[in-house]
């Protein structure tokens, strides 16, 4: 953010029935910040985030950007010792959290770390069936409402967006890696925050609703440019396809930010509820974070018009691609070619280069990003580099027209009897069985071939589906060795609230009886 920001044509932010405009929401943010100020934040510092969607997570961001200290989101699923490890790691000096999220972790909190704990309002306690005892904020800390209406606004605002955040990786390989982005200078900041703007296809007057959860790098990097613009956000909780819909409808909704699983969830709902909304004025509606199938993506644009886009991009290297819906029919698949200002190449296991249609991982260049490490890993940055180039091991091609296209992450990929199988592929034909409500492929030991695949299904609602119909489905569709011999049937899969799917909890009971995790 910058000072002009804050003489930008006003919007609002709201969350449920409550609604705030930004003028009242800079002021409380610099409210924040003077009491964080207090307790001995400053400069280079970082503050923890540990919140739902909400409008104190706004302010808790504006505050720590008007300080010129780091923001440090942190993903509320996590267990009691995985938030304690990243107070740690990080450094931060204050934890700014929700009644009920402090409760799971407040033993787990270090001493050095100040909490300040805000209660839990109706619209986050009812749809996350938050427990009546833990709405309020205990008696022994710092309660946030408070400590905001206690302190006058911060008036030096000198230092507004002069430092990036520290975003934590979401761990599906271990331990999450702090992905520290470092500020640029003024007029840099300035240009990249326009750039970010445009990526979006944000505009003056947007408005938009934000469905992802905020301590997630897209997510969050999408709402600090809608409140850059001075555009109206309407924050959800909790994602529900429908009441989705009746927000457009109600709030003239023009830009979204989605995610795949979130168009999966909008199109199984029944024709009549679909229909029932007027979704005209939808302007831009941008996706990413996870592989997008085919199917999926053409009924979206069918339903929606051609106002999709996609994007591809890493927490580590920002936006790298975008393409729109016109692009995405003319080569179905692509997520598009490199944004100006990158540079994509794809490269073999010994380090050659390849050129058009040929697979292998991809690496990026980034022109304009702030630069990051990993927050007290560098070494572990240094081994993602080649060329001056990056990878967070995404495996793809490029065309000869230079469109990048996705195969699978290179740590998915199973290796059975030697021969390289990408489980993006198979999930991407699978999911499109009516009976599958979602699922995932996986590998698994096998004493013959050294792994064999495995597939975990969700059932669609009312129907029933056996093994040998789902095997007779992909292999009509797919070649043999790439039909899974192994099924199993499950209530739910582990992904996090951006759709990511956490395979490592589900190879991990299979590898351990061999002494493995992978």
Known sequence: MTNADLSAPQGYASCGTRRIDLVRLWHRGGSLAAALRGRGVGTDDAVAILMRNDL??????????????????????????????????????????????????RDAVPTSVHPIVVAVPAELAHPYAVPCELWSVPPDVDDLALVIDSHEPLRDRSLVGSRGTIVYTSGTTGLPKGVKRFALPPDGARRFGEMSQQWFGLRGGVRTVMAGPMYHSAPNTYTLAVLRLGGSIALMPRFDPEALLALIEAERITHLHLVPTMFVRLLRLPEAVRSRYDLRSLEFVIHGAAPCSREVKSAMIDWWGPVIYEYYGATETGMVTRC??????????????????????????????????ELGEIYVGMQGVPEFTYHNADQKRRSIELDGLVTNGDVGYLDSDEYLYLVDRKK????????????????????NHPAVFDCAVIGVPDSEYGENLAAYVIPSPGWRVDEAALQEWLRARLAGFKVPRLFFFADQLPRDDSGKLLKRKLREPHWAEHGLRI
């Not at 995405?328 to 296991?349: C, D, N």
């Open 324 to 357: 729109s819906s016109e692009e995405w029919l003319a080569k179905p698949g692509t997520v598009g070619k490199a944004w100006p200002g990158r540079e994509i190449r794809v490269y073999a296991e010994d380090g050659q280069r390849l050129g058009p249609g």
């Open 56 to 105: 104190c997570f706004l302010e808790a961001m504006v505050a720590a950007t008007l300080l010129g200290a780091y923001p440090v989101p942190i993903n509320w699923h996590g267990t009691a010792s995985e938030v304690a490890y990243i107070l740690k790691d990080s450094g931060v000096k204050v934890l700014l959290a929700h009644a009920d999220l402090y409760a799971c972790v």
């Open 412 to 431: 998915d990929m199973v290796i059975s009897g030697g021969v390289n199988i990408y489980p993006a592929e198979i999930e991407s034909v699978l999911i």
